[in-house]
């Protein structure tokens, strides 16, 4: 620990385990541990944030996919799923939902009627650039405290973490069934 930085709820675990269970490795614990603390602070207040625009984290992700998406404004259901990394069922329930409040429609393509685009609304466009700032703004907010160079430091670190999780999942699904 550096000098200045406090003992959390981490350290407390850890050191817990390493009482009750010396002969066990936890110090994964240490960035997994908190990064779901963090993860649960940051959820909390995307969903505080979004409710505001009567959206959810799942809602604000479709209407997003489809902004950035640009003019029209238009994705199939496949394409959403592709980038929201859900299934099309999922894509399917969030899209009804959205529907029914008039923020999305669905459109069938004039030159082949087998394809439906997930279209925003100008009410959806106008909710989405609403909600993007604040949502934007709030992200900003909460890193505040950390300087552009940790921030760097810290996106970079992130980026290997999920590299080295991949990676790590996709050696376990080669390895043969050892039962």
Known sequence: MKQG???????E??????????????????????LHRSYLLYQTSLGGLFAE?????????????LRRAG?????????????MLVTTGGVTLR????????????KRDPDDRRIVYVCLTTTGLRVID???????????RLLESLSDEDRNSLSQLLRR???????????????????
Request: hydrophobic residues 40%.
């Open 130 to 140: 609403q909600a993007a700032n604040a949502h934007f703004s709030n992200e900003l």
């Open 161 to 179: 973490l999920e590299s080295s999780i991949l990676d790590a999942e996709s050696d376990d699904e080669a390895q043969p069934f050892a039962g």
């Open 5 to 11: 930085e406090e003992r959390d709820a981490v350290d």
């Open 13 to 34: 675990i850890v050191e817990q385990w390493g009482v009750e269970r010396p002969d066990m490795d936890v110090s994964a614990l240490q960035v997994f541990g908190r």
């Open 95 to 106: 899209v009804d939902r959205l529907e029914k409040t008039g923020l999305v429609e669905r």
């Open 53 to 65: 625009y009567g959206l959810n984290m799942a809602s604000f992700d479709v209407l997003a996919s």
């Open 71 to 83: 003019p029209p404004y238009r994705m199939t259901s496949g394409e959403l799923a592709k980038t």
